[in-house]
Nanobody
Framework: QVQLVESGGGLVQAGGSLRLSCAPS????????MGWYRQAPGKQRELVAG???????NYADSVKDRFAISRDNGKNTVYLQMNSLKPEDTSVYYC??????????????????WGQGTQVTVSS
């Protein structure tokens, strides 16, 4: 089982910055894709940004040029640098990771794991 631990949320004024971090733990063979999603009250969860193990990235149109996703493959950690934050960015942010587990001898099952969520609140 792969677990994700997030950190870095909080309260910030509009125009400010925050950095989220997410680190997986467990028996991991590979982490193919990592991403950040967000879900505001009454709304569907949406992709904010994703990054492959090769470094390819994609972003929601609403955050392009303001947010940057990166990963440290040595630490298996993904970051989301959020700049020029707006009140509409207020949401619970969730980390996601997908790949293959390690069963001790060879690659095991696919996993699609989620973090517990971290609150980001942007005041106007």
């Amino acid at each position: 089982q792969v677990q994700l631990v997030e950190s870095g949320g909080g309260l910030v004024q509009a125009g400010g910055s925050l950095r989220l971090s997410c680190a997986p733990s467990g028996s991991i063979f590979s982490i193919n894709i990592m991403g950040w999603y967000r879900q505001a009250p009454g709304k569907q969860r949406e992709l904010v940004a994703g990054i492959t193990n090769g470094g390819s990235t994609n972003y929601a149109d609403s955050v392009k040029d303001r947010f940057a996703i990166s990963r440290d493959n040595g630490k298996n950690t993904v970051y989301l640098q959020m700049n020029s934050l707006k009140p509409e960015d207020t949401s619970v942010y969730y980390c996601n990771a997908r790949g293959l587990t390690w069963n001790g001898a060879r690659p095991g099952k696919e996993y699609n794991s989620w973090g517990q969520g971290t609150q980001v609140t942007v005041s106007s």
